[in-house]
């Protein structure tokens, strides 16, 4: 038996209703991603500092040796870190070389830390890696703290930091280039203590700027010297493997060759090893198991998305950058070459 229905039941459905203040499902993404914290902000502060401390020491020295003429010398190197204490005035001529590669790397980080607020992804501030050797940094990083879902978002999150660095640091080698001094046998390792390599762009500008000149006789200026420290982590950042920058391109266009390579290309450095055994070659092992290690932690990539020309120019072309390091590489340090 059923209870007879009212005779003017309520509405069951609100007439006056703004259907539009009501959302529609869950949102993928965090509207607004939260800031970093401020602790966060003070660490990356203090390495920035310590970071800047390290750069003064090593552009002091590069400084040194363009105003000698002659090749920069790890010995003195390491006794110019007691010019904090002894003489800080002198590390003022670090700053040439310290401003230009701390503001390369602080551009590349910056581009993948609005690219990640572009796309509603958290992530921390760029946190710098102080280090005493000659380059005075082992570079920059951020932290992603949140899954990349989509193949556009994870290329523009690899892509904006290699491009914004290599913009700004072009010019500077240019600079560097223009202001070169000539001095014959800085690539033999028989008189120097190191000998820095002339990579594709640097041969280019001293073509052009000085006609008839071995590039590897220029003593480049700290400026340009900086822009080659900031060319080499660029290159070494848009390796196809894990998490780099070229790990990221890699996988937004091939996630399945992205997993094969991560996993074949750190074999080689270790292959190195074992073939020839120099202690001067024990950062290939490390490299690549640091690389092993390094698994992607974000979800695959959908593709629902459709690219533009522009876009798809510019992913081929980042593809063919990563995937022909001997062409394009910016780095050739002549170490154990004997």
């Given amino acids: 038996m059923s209870t007879p229905l009212p005779e003017n039941p309520p509405p069951s459905i609100p007439v006056n209703i703004d259907w539009r203040a009501i959302p529609i499902g869950q949102p993928t993404y965090t509207p607004v991603p939260p800031r970093p914290s401020i602790k966060t902000l003070y660490l990356a502060g203090v390495l920035f500092f310590l970071t800047l401390c390290t750069c003064l020491v090593a552009g002091t020295q590069f ?30 001529a670090g700053l040439p070389f310290a401003i230009t590669l701390l503001t390369i790397l602080l551009a590349h980080e910056l581009g993948h830390f609005f690219a990640c607020r572009h796309h509603r992804i958290r992530s921390s501030y760029p946190f710098f890696i102080p280090f005493p050797s000659l380059m005075g940094t082992f570079g920059a990083f951020i932290l992603i703290r949140s899954p990349i879902r ?9 892509a904006s930091g290699p491009l914004v660095g290599f913009i700004l640091a072009v010019p500077a080698l240019a600079y560097g280039a223009l202001h070169a001094k000539i001095v014959p ?10 000998a820095f390599g002339t990579p594709l762009l640097l041969r280019l500008f001293a073509a052009w700027l000085h006609p008839g000149v071995s590039p590897a006789t220029l003593l480049l200026h700290p400026v340009g010297r900086a822009a080659w420290v900031g ?6 950042n848009l390796l196809p493997v894990a ?3 070229g790990g990221h391109i890699l996988r937004s266009l091939r996630s399945r060759l992205h997993r094969y390579v991560s996993i074949l290309l750190p074999l080689f450095p270790r292959l190195v090893y074992l073939a020839f055994g120099k202690a001067g ?13 390094a698994s992607h932690p974000f979800t695959t990539p959908r593709r629902s998305i459709p690219l533009a020309v522009g876009e798809r120019f510019l992913r081929s072309s ?21």
């Fill in 318 to 338: 980042s593809f063919s950058f990563v995937s022909c390091p001997r062409r394009f590489i910016f780095l050739q340090l002549l170490i154990d070459r004997s």
């Fill in 150 to 158: 989509t193949a556009r978002a994870l290329f523009d999150v690899g």
């Fill in 185 to 194: 046998g800085l690539d033999d390792l028989r008189s120097v203590d190191l």
């Fill in 63 to 92: 400084a040194a040796a363009y105003a000698q003429n002659q090749a920069v010398s790890v010995d003195e190197f390491f006794s110019a870190f007691t010019l904090f204490y002894k003489h800080p005035s002198a590390l003022a």
């Fill in 231 to 236: 060319l080499f982590a660029t290159s070494l």
């Fill in 281 to 293: 070659t024990f950062g290939g092992p490390c490299f690549s198991a640091c690389v092993s290690f």
């Fill in 243 to 245: 998490q780099l920058d």
